[in-house]
């Protein structure tokens, strides 16, 4: 994004005056002697650099804090942009807020709308290469992710420790940890008030995964929280399951599930035992956390399975996106946690994400084909059975964590 003749400016929150002097300053590495003058406002300092260059990427980083201290700025930079002639200067405008940078760029009463040429939503990175950045493989991979997702921040801070209870420890849990309030500050970067949007994650970390359970939990029509939903989907922090072969807009059975991994432990471990942390009273909770931790790397290593279908070529078949399948039959409800279809329409892949220590494959495998063979939504197709197991087990239909985290790269 920023090469070494582009110039580049990180914001905070100081007032435009300092602001400005901080972008002229780092200028001058590209323009001999820019920062010798000084510039009342932004307008004069873009207006004097046009005149000094022929082209020039200027990089505004975390850009809503240069707007909260200069409301005009994305009016200045719309009328630089719009000058008749060749365009000197070129702007790459970058924040970590999304409803805020959302709101200057894509807002249609927004100065700066319709003048992107490109608009890049940074998505964390693929499961695969936190095994490169924590040292780690197959089952211990998993666990990592299902604690810091793809954030090369959190990696970052959790390399410095030899284990991952003591990252978690450390970072987490203890209240001085540098992520133990993440989620809250996450919010108040992109809500304009966080406390709807964290009583619905808290609501949802907890299990309770169905609109009517929701509503009910928090007293609320049903109706009322179908916007807020959607924003936080929108923003990366839930997603909405719905049976395979179901259209996620008109069906009745959608789950909501927390989408980001660290977001989902947080508020599966720590948000309930806040009153225990805020009294260093750790080994409780981290009692708690034994307990629960596998159920929580299960959920995760699902999530895994899921996403790896269409890259392993499973049984010789290319496949299309996979998801969970939930519904009745003859011997009552039952459900496949891995279920795609061929891109050519002719063979269904039904699977078991499994996570025991210990793995059972012939008994999965069975109990697998035998519900797989009345699926509802197989019609005379072809069945293929594939099992997601955690270690010590092979064969064509087994797949394992190395083979999952190789392809999702």
């Not at 650099?49 to 005009?72: C, G, H, T």
């Not at 002639?85 to 807002?107: E, H, I, N, W, Y």
Request: contains cysteine.
């Amino acid at each position: 994004m920023c090469g070494e003749g582009d110039a580049y400016s990180l914001a905070d929150e100081r007032d435009a005056p300092l602001q400005i002097q901080a972008l002229a300053s780092e200028l001058s590495r590209v323009v001999p002697e820019f920062d010798a003058a000084r510039y009342p406002s932004w307008d004069a300092l873009f207006t004097s650099l046009e005149a000094r260059v022929e082209r020039l990427n200027v990089v505004l980083d975390e850009f809503p804090y240069l707007v909260s201290s200069a409301p005009e700025l994305p009016s200045v930079l719309q009328r630089h942009l719009d000058l008749p002639g060749p365009r000197r200067l070129r702007f790459v405008l970058c924040g970590s807020s999304q409803r805020m940078m959302q709101g200057l760029a894509l807002d249609r009463s927004a100065p700066l709308f319709g003048r992107a040429q490109e608009i890049i939503r940074l998505a964390p990175l693929k499961p695969g290469w936190i095994c490169d950045a924590l040292g780690v493989r197959g089952a211990a991979a998993v666990e990592a992710w299902a604690v810091w997702g793809g954030v090369p921040r959190y990696w970052e801070l959790a390399s410095r420790y030899a284990s991952l209870q003591e990252s978690i420890r450390d970072l987490v849990l203890h209240r001085h940890g540098v992520l133990h309030d993440e989620p809250e500050g996450l919010l108040l970067d992109d809500m304009r008030s966080a406390s709807q949007a964290s009583s619905l994650l808290a609501l949802v970390g907890a299990g309770c995964n169905r609109l009517s359970e929701i509503a009910a939990r928090m007293g609320k029509p049903a109706g009322s929280l179908t916007r807020p939903l959607s924003n936080l989907i929108e923003l990366g922090y839930l997603r909405k399951d719905t049976p395979f072969g179901e259209d996620e807009r008109s069906s009745k059975r959608t789950l909501y599930r927390i989408d980001d991994p660290l977001l989902a432990f947080w508020f599966r471990f720590v948000q309930p035992a806040r009153t225990l942390l805020q009294r260093d009273l750790l080994e409780p909770v981290e009692a708690r956390l034994v307990e629960g931790f596998p159920q929580h790397c299960a959920e995760a290593w699902e999530v895994l399975a899921r996403e790896s279908v269409p890259r392993l070529g499973i049984g010789g078949t290319a496949w299309g996106p996979a998801s969970r399948w939930w519904g009745s039959g003859p011997e009552g409800p039952r459900e496949f946690d891995v279920v795609a279809e061929s891109l050519d329409g002719e063979s269904v892949l039904i699977g078991e994400a499994k996570w025991a220590t210990r793995p059972d494959v012939a008994r999965w495998r069975g109990e697998l084909r035998a519900r797989a063979a009345g699926a509802p939504f197989v019609r005379g197709r072809r069945i293929l059975h594939a099992l997601w197991v955690r270690q010590g087990a092979s064969g064509d239909d087994i797949v394992t964590p190395d083979l999952v985290l190789a392809a999702l790269r």
